[in-house]
């Protein structure tokens, strides 16, 4: 082998390493992002996550990126520590596949007409497809699948390279000497961990474990450790994703390199125990590319059902490893937001949505929680309004700034519409819990100067006060769980609140004149009545963000001015509904 051919090898690593970069975000972006979120909506049992685990590494061909998303899942709450397992497993699995696919480089035609299945045509093929794809479609989905065959065509290329550079390597004494010493358990599996743990890729090791196996120098022997060794090193990448995690985080990040270690120590110590008693005939074997891909798909599989009635044992030693964050308040949910799911908009759009149901289900709890206050005020309940309130402000921070970035992805329409939405309705609910907090601060006036209403004066205030729980309770359900027809129900009743509000101050003048209210009370009771009555109001911003994002349009002034004529009989019925079960 001299430096042309060195320099060969070189190039075909890096075309080789590229291509299959190109094809893996090709196929990422070409499932429309909908591959991810499954992960952690279907992993309720340990065979399912396996499964689904190997599904989606095979598709996106890497278990690095696999395993990291599982780590933002669990970090961010999404999923359960023991779900991560089963996925990762899965992971460990489903990346040999991607040497199934390199096997398709050393697929060779005979002359005349079996040619065109030569690795050579095959690859001119899809290149040229890629390239018309790429070039002129103008449907962004079509665009990631000439990504796709691009990278593929890429990938061959650099396969071809790199055996072509390394064909000659089987005559070099050097060489075949050094493959004999692969033999050694330990150095054959320290050389594939180190190898692997450099190039941060499984599949790119195996890739060149089967380029320099068409030497014809490699054999079972020398190959079983060094696969053995890429299975443990492809664990780097996914460690150093911990870093800045939570206890949580950092537990499913080191499944990994112990699902891998136990793994291959318990399949390592197998089969060499086994061989002592039996003389394996495959032993000498010499191994080519298609048989390194059996092999290895097959150990994988092994070490999994090795490993799988450990999968306890594994959880309880990174729980004790990583300890905290297990007393989380359950009133207070986490605000945490995966940066790391921001190039992944479906994931990072389905976190954003799960942290907005919290922030709904928190100014709604204020609400509850400020209004019960006024006819029964102690202590406790006002902390824990402030809590609340202070709670749904780091949500609208946190939610802000990753909103903010995610604009800045390619997302489709639907996803679009989501975004917007969000940017839309999350002010509206801190403004909730903000109005909540007034509320809460009134009452406390309330029993700290001992004020009592008249019988009329509360009458009212409690009938205004459930109609408003009403319009939150309406909102935040037609919210999570996006139903516009619900979404609809909130304008008729926010109209009636509004008429409402007019009475009771009407109400309520009367009353002072005839001296039944005092005037100092009659001023928080005032400011009761319209934080009440800005409560539906915020409401109905939601419902209508929610309805008319919804139908490609956004003036919610101009749906509020019509909003009778739009619904027509429907917004009448309802409107008299509530005017019958509100009545003052």
Excluded at 182 to 210: C, E, H, K, R, W
Excluded at 240 to 253: E, I, Q, V, W, Y
Excluded at 275 to 296: R, Y
Excluded at 380 to 398: R, Y
Aim: charged content about 20%; overall charge negative; some cysteine.
């Amino acid at each position: 082998m001299d430096i042309k051919d060195g320099i060969m090898l070189i190039i075909g690593i890096a075309l080789f390493l590229f291509g299959m970069s190109v094809m893996g975000d090709g196929l990422q972006k070409s499932s429309g992002n909908k591959l991810e979120p499954i992960l952690y909506k279907m992993t309720s049992t340990m065979p399912r996550g396996v499964l689904l685990g190997t599904a989606v590494t095979a598709v996106i061909q890497s278990s690095s990126a696999t395993s990291i998303m599982v780590v933002g899942f669990v970090n961010s709450g999404m999923m359960k520590v023991r779900q991560g397992i089963s996925v990762i497993l899965g992971a460990i699995l489903g990346t040999s596949i991607t040497g199934w696919v390199i096997c398709l480089s050393y697929i060779d035609g005979a002359a005349g007409f079996a040619e065109i299945f030569s690795t050579t045509t095959l690859t001119g093929i899809v290149a040229l497809v890629g390239i018309i794809l790429k070039m002129f479609s103008k449907n962004v989905t079509t665009k990631n699948v000439g990504d796709i065959f691009l990278g593929f065509a890429v990938l061959m290329f650099g396969m071809s390279t790199m055996s072509s550079a390394v064909s000659d390597l089987g005559k070099e004494e050097w060489f075949t000497s050094t493959m004999t010493t692969m033999s050694n358990p330990f150095l054959g599996i320290l050389v594939g961990l180190v190898f692997t743990a450099l190039l941060q890729s499984a599949s790119a090791s195996v890739g060149i474990i089967q380029a320099l196996s068409v030497t014809g120098a490699m054999t079972f022997e020398s190959a079983w450790p060094l696969l053995l060794g890429v299975i443990v090193g492809a664990a780097l990448p996914v460690v150093l994703s911990s870093m800045g995690a939570t206890a949580k985080g950092k537990r499913t990040a080191f499944v990994y390199p112990i699902c891998t270690t136990l793994g291959v120590i318990l399949l390592a110590a197998l089969y060499y125990t086994v061989s002592i008693f039996v003389q394996f005939p495959f032993v000498k074997e010499v191994m080519n590319p298609f048989s390194l891909a059996l092999t290895n798909t097959i150990m994988r599989f092994v070490l999994i059902l090795l490993v799988l009635p450990f999968t306890n044992l594994i959880e309880k030693m990174v729980t004790t490893m990583f300890k905290g964050d297990d007393d989380e308040d359950e009133d207070m949910p986490s605000t945490r937001l995966e940066d790391r799911f921001i190039p992944h908009p479906a994931l990072a759009i389905e976190q954003s949505r799960m942290t907005i149901n919290n922030m709904a289900l928190s100014s709604q709890k204020a609400v509850e929680k400020a209004i019960s206050l006024i006819r029964n005020y102690d202590e406790k309940t006002f902390k824990k309004v402030k809590k609340l309130e202070t709670q749904v402000d780091s949500f609208e921070d946190a939610l802000g700034t990753y909103l903010i970035k995610l604009t800045g992805q390619e997302m489709n329409k639907s996803q679009n519409e989501a975004v917007s939405i969000f940017l839309h309705t999350v002010p509206e609910f801190e403004s909730i819990s903000d109005i909540a907090m007034n509320i809460a601060i009134k009452a406390k006036e309330m029993h700290d100067n001992k004020y009592n209403f008249s019988d009329a004066a509360n009458r009212e205030l409690d009938v205004m006060c459930e109609a408003v729980l009403e319009v939150v309770r309406i909102t935040n359900e037609a919210f999570i769980d996006d139903d516009i027809s619900l979404a609809k129900q909130v304008a008729p009743l926010e109209e009636y609140i509004d008429y409402m509000r007019d009475t009771i101050k009407q109400n309520h003048v009367i009353r002072l004149k005839n001296e039944i209210c005092a005037l100092n009370q009659g001023i928080v009771f005032n400011d009761l009545i319209t934080n009440c009555e800005r409560v539906s109001d915020l409401c109905s911003n939601i419902a209508v963000a929610m309805i008319e994002i919804g139908e490609d349009a956004f003036e919610t002034h101009e749906y509020l001015n019509t909003v009778r004529e739009r619904q027509g009989k429907k917004f009448e019925n309802q409107y008299e509904d509530y005017k019958e079960k509100y009545t003052l």
